[in-house]
């Protein structure tokens, strides 16, 4: 890899060695890469690409990944020796352009610290690197030497004729070489993405380490707890608890002792942000920040979040540093509370309910949400999304190796595992009512101070889960949802629907899960049809 670095370095007009934020500003400015803010954010646009594109996310099939990897509609195979070729052409692509170089890592617990180098030909793209990794200091940059590289060239368009490429842009991981190479979109996500994925891969595979698409934080008795959730679930807002310490929010390991945040910063999605939703969010995205694909109030500087002209993916991205109430480094101990969070739009599971360690693994490969009318085209009735390990898009394994682990991991310890529904209930969306937001505080505060540990448990039908008859601050008519339907059969129905479709997104998990997994699964007894 390191002629590869010194072939792009030698043949590149100049090259910006790992620049300031301030120094990245400056240049993405001069090269019209972007506008400051009011704020002082870098607001610059990603061009054709405002999201990922999973279609055109490849993996390299080799020896090493061949009977490894989970091959199929989410990691795509793309063969050596064509990987050989298009590496070759990027690295042409570079020739007599200024290119950014960025020495990073991953993983903030240093057993696990993974250096990258990042090469980009714009600007912003290198202060998106600054922000979403990790930091190294000025001591540790005299001497790191990289494990992984990504060369990232928005301008270089593939052909796919003879690429072996599906279009013309392209995001590609090399596990034997350690090179992730993007190409044809200027989209940033790419790059955070593509070291996740890697760490989805290196550490349950080689280091028998769960990687996790989680927030999580740290109470004031150094209590860990973890919070898993699709878009719309509350996450975000139910993981920045001003009584406790953010650890990060979105990517995470756990190892034997400790749960640690892979990043140095956050990525946000911005649509109709405001300091009183977010204020996290919101008061971080000052100078060193960027925003992308975001649109000004006309005649200001000030951002529009409400404006979607480009995209709905409006997002901004930021060292954690510039959030309050950190903890630092971002490690915590092993968790005490893990939090499944669903906004269940068919208004069937209960508000809160405690899984055993079996039901944890099939709701965590069902990885279950809904969308609502309206979200989406389309979109008329509630909508079941399920997405495996709750972030199928990452995984480069079978959903049930980190499924069968993070099993292991519950036994060894004790940690409790919650179903949190924040969606609807007395009926699905359109007849029932969103779960209040001071009711699911509630209940994951009576959880994470030990609350419910000695409380009276029922269990509910077809999904089997335990239910509280009675917890602090919260209504008791409200735990059980088959009692705040006003038609109790109607209630059953639903519930059998849901039930047929959790088993029917399951089958195709089967063939690599166990007997006591599969067991756990709803009991059916109608057709969803």
Same mark, same amino acid.
């Given at each position: 890899?390191?002629? &590869?670095?010194?072939?792009?370095?030698?043949?590149?007009?100049?090259?910006?060695?790992?620049?300031?934020?301030?120094? !990245?500003?400056?240049?993405?400015?001069?090269?019209?890469?972007?506008?400051?803010?009011?704020?002082?954010?870098?607001?610059?646009?990603?061009?054709?690409?405002?999201?990922?594109?999973?279609?055109?996310?490849?993996?390299?099939?080799?020896?090493?990944?061949?009977?490894?990897?989970?091959?199929?509609?989410?990691?795509?195979?793309?063969?050596?020796?064509?990987?050989? /070729?298009?590496?070759?052409?990027?690295? @042409?692509?570079?020739?007599?352009?200024?290119?950014?170089?960025?020495?990073?890592?991953?993983?903030?617990?240093?057993?696990?610290?993974?250096?990258?180098?990042?090469? +980009?030909?714009? @600007?912003? /793209?290198? %202060?998106?690197?600054?922000? !979403?990794? %990790?930091?190294?200091?000025?001591?540790?940059?005299?001497?790191?030497?990289?494990?992984?590289?990504?060369?990232?060239?928005?301008?270089?368009?593939?052909?796919?004729?003879?690429?072996?490429?599906?279009?013309? +842009?392209?995001?590609?991981?090399?596990?034997?070489?350690?090179?992730?190479?993007?190409?044809?979109?200027?989209?940033?996500? #790419?790059?955070?993405?593509?070291?996740?994925?890697?760490?989805?891969?290196?550490? *349950?595979?080689? $280091?028998?380490? !769960?990687?996790?698409?989680?927030?999580?934080?740290?109470?004031?008795?150094?209590?860990?707890?973890?919070?898993?959730?699709?878009?719309?679930?509350?996450?975000?807002?139910?993981?920045?608890?001003?009584?406790?310490?953010?650890?990060?929010?979105?990517?995470?390991?756990?190892?034997?002792?400790?749960?640690?945040?892979?990043?140095?910063?956050?990525?946000?999605?911005?649509?109709?942000?405001? /300091?009183?939703?977010? *204020?996290?969010?919101?008061?971080?995205? $000052?100078?060193?920040?960027?925003?992308?694909?975001?649109?000004?109030?006309?005649?200001?500087?000030?951002?529009?979040?409400?404006?979607?002209?480009?995209?709905?993916?409006?997002? @901004?991205?930021?060292?954690?540093?510039?959030?309050?109430?950190?903890?630092?480094?971002?490690?915590?101990?092993?968790?005490?509370?893990?939090?499944?969070?669903?906004?269940?739009?068919?208004?069937? %599971?209960?508000?809160?309910? $405690?899984?055993?360690?079996?039901?944890?693994?099939?709701?965590? &490969?069902?990885?279950?949400?809904?969308?609502?009318?309206?979200?989406?085209?389309?979109?008329?009735?509630?909508?079941?999304?399920?997405?495996?390990?709750?972030?199928?898009?990452?995984?480069? %394994?079978?959903?049930?190796?980190?499924?069968?682990?993070?099993?292991?991991?519950?036994?060894?310890?004790? @940690?409790?595992?919650?179903?949190?529904?924040?969606?609807?209930?007395?009926? *699905?969306?359109?007849?029932?009512? $969103?779960?209040?937001?001071?009711?699911?505080?509630?209940?994951?505060?009576?959880?994470?101070?030990?609350?419910?540990?000695?409380?009276?448990?029922?269990?509910?039908?077809?999904?089997?889960?335990?239910?509280?008859?009675?917890?602090?601050?919260?209504?008791?008519?409200?735990?059980?949802?088959?009692?705040?339907?006003?038609?109790?059969?109607?209630?059953?129905?639903?519930?059998?629907?849901?039930? #047929?479709?959790?088993?029917?997104?399951?089958?195709?998990?089967?063939?690599?899960?166990?007997?006591?997994?599969?067991?756990?699964?709803?009991?059916?007894?109608?057709?969803?049809?």
């Amino acid at each position: 890899m390191n002629s &590869i670095v010194e072939k792009i370095i030698s043949n590149a007009s100049k090259t910006h060695l790992n620049l300031s934020p301030a120094e !990245l500003v400056e240049q993405a400015i001069l090269r019209g890469e972007g506008e400051l803010t009011n704020t002082g954010a870098l607001a610059a646009d990603t061009g054709e690409f405002t999201g990922r594109s999973p279609k055109d996310k490849f993996v390299v099939y080799d020896e090493n990944t061949k009977d490894s990897v989970w091959w199929g509609d989410i990691n795509n195979r793309f063969e050596s020796e064509k990987f050989d /070729q298009l590496l070759d052409k990027v690295i @042409a692509h570079y020739e007599g352009k200024e290119v950014f170089v960025r020495d990073a890592y991953a993983c903030a617990d240093p057993n696990f610290r993974l250096n990258i180098k990042v090469i +980009n030909e714009t @600007a912003y /793209q290198n %202060l998106f690197s600054n922000n !979403l990794f %990790l930091r190294p200091t000025a001591e540790e940059l005299k001497t790191q030497q990289h494990d992984w590289l990504i060369l990232a060239a928005p301008n270089f368009r593939a052909n796919p004729e003879v690429d072996g490429t599906r279009q013309h +842009n392209f995001a590609i991981i090399n596990f034997t070489k350690k090179i992730i190479l993007i190409g044809g979109t200027g989209y940033t996500g #790419e790059i955070k993405k593509g070291i996740f994925s890697v760490l989805n891969y290196v550490l *349950p595979h080689e $280091r028998n380490t !769960l990687s996790m698409h989680c927030s999580a934080n740290i109470g004031k008795d150094g209590d860990t707890a973890i919070f898993f959730g699709l878009s719309g679930t509350g996450k975000t807002t139910l993981s920045a608890d001003p009584s406790r310490k953010l650890i990060g929010d979105d990517e995470h390991g756990w190892a034997d002792g400790s749960v640690f945040n892979f990043e140095g910063g956050c990525y946000a999605k911005c649509i109709d942000l405001t /300091q009183e939703k977010e *204020p996290q969010i919101y008061n971080a995205i $000052r100078f060193g920040a960027l925003v992308e694909n975001v649109r000004m109030v006309p005649g200001t500087r000030d951002v529009d979040y409400t404006n979607v002209s480009v995209t709905e993916n409006t997002r @901004a991205a930021y060292p954690i540093d510039l959030v309050d109430n950190i903890a630092m480094p971002s490690v915590g101990d092993t968790p005490k509370n893990i939090f499944f969070l669903t906004a269940d739009a068919f208004g069937v %599971l209960p508000p809160i309910s $405690r899984l055993t360690p079996e039901q944890a693994m099939y709701h965590f &490969i069902s990885g279950y949400t809904a969308k609502v009318a309206g979200t989406e085209a389309g979109v008329t009735e509630p909508q079941a999304t399920f997405s495996a390990c709750f972030g199928k898009a990452f995984l480069p %394994l079978h959903p049930g190796k980190y499924a069968a682990m993070l099993g292991d991991k519950l036994r060894e310890s004790g @940690a409790k595992v919650w179903l949190i529904n924040t969606g609807w209930t007395g009926g *699905p969306y359109g007849v029932g009512s $969103r779960m209040k937001l001071s009711y699911t505080r509630a209940m994951i505060t009576a959880a994470l101070e030990g609350k419910l540990d000695n409380a009276q448990f029922e269990k509910l039908p077809v999904f089997g889960l335990e239910i509280p008859v009675s917890c602090p601050d919260v209504p008791s008519e409200v735990l059980n949802p088959r009692n705040t339907w006003t038609d109790a059969s109607a209630y059953d129905a639903k519930a059998a629907h849901l039930a #047929e479709l959790f088993v029917k997104n399951f089958a195709q998990f089967e063939d690599g899960v166990t007997d006591e997994i599969k067991a756990a699964a709803p009991k059916a007894t109608r057709s969803a049809n």
